[in-house]
């Protein structure tokens, strides 16, 4: 897809690392690497987000939602005159976790899910990546 982030996917932790094949991925790299370091860092390499019209305003939407914060479904659907499923539909199809920071979307009365999953290693991220960035829940 030429030089634009398209999907990211968590991999197993016993998956060994790998050295980026080109100077592409290894910005990409960098810039997830300065994500871990500083939770601030605002990412700049360019993206393709495939998805419906109303998905990408969702996505568009929650990369404006700051590192230290949560927005709960509801709220986010109130905002976008929709529901707050369809909100968490749009964030378990999202392809860019932690570009567009679909963790920082959390249920009224917790956590809610992430990525398709309410509990297990997706969970275990997702409660990681909001503690990386201060937010206690």
């Known amino acids: ?15 060994p690392d790998q050295a980026p094949s080109d100077p592409f ?20 390499v360019p993206l393709i987000s495939r998805g419906s019209g109303y998905r990408r305003r969702i996505w568009e939407e929650l990369t404006r939602i700051q590192a230290g ?27 860019l976790p932690i570009i567009i920071p679909c963790h920082r979307v959390v249920a009224a009365d ?4 992430f990525a398709g999953e309410t509990a297990g290693t997706r969970m275990d991220i997702k409660r990681w990546l909001l503690a990386h960035e201060g937010v206690t829940l």
Do not use: K
Request: charged content about 15%; glycine content about 10%; proline content about 3%.
């Open 25 to 44: 991925l290894a910005t990409v790299t960098r810039q997830l690497e300065a994500y871990f370091r500083n939770p601030a860092w605002q990412f700049t």
């Open 69 to 95: 914060q949560v927005q709960t479904y509801g709220a986010l659907a109130h905002q976008l005159s929709s529901g707050a499923r369809a909100v968490g539909a749009a964030c378990r199809a999202n392809p």
């Open 1 to 15: 897809m030429g030089n634009a982030v398209h999907a990211i996917e968590f991999l197993d932790e016993n998956e």
């Open 110 to 113: 917790g956590l809610g899910g």
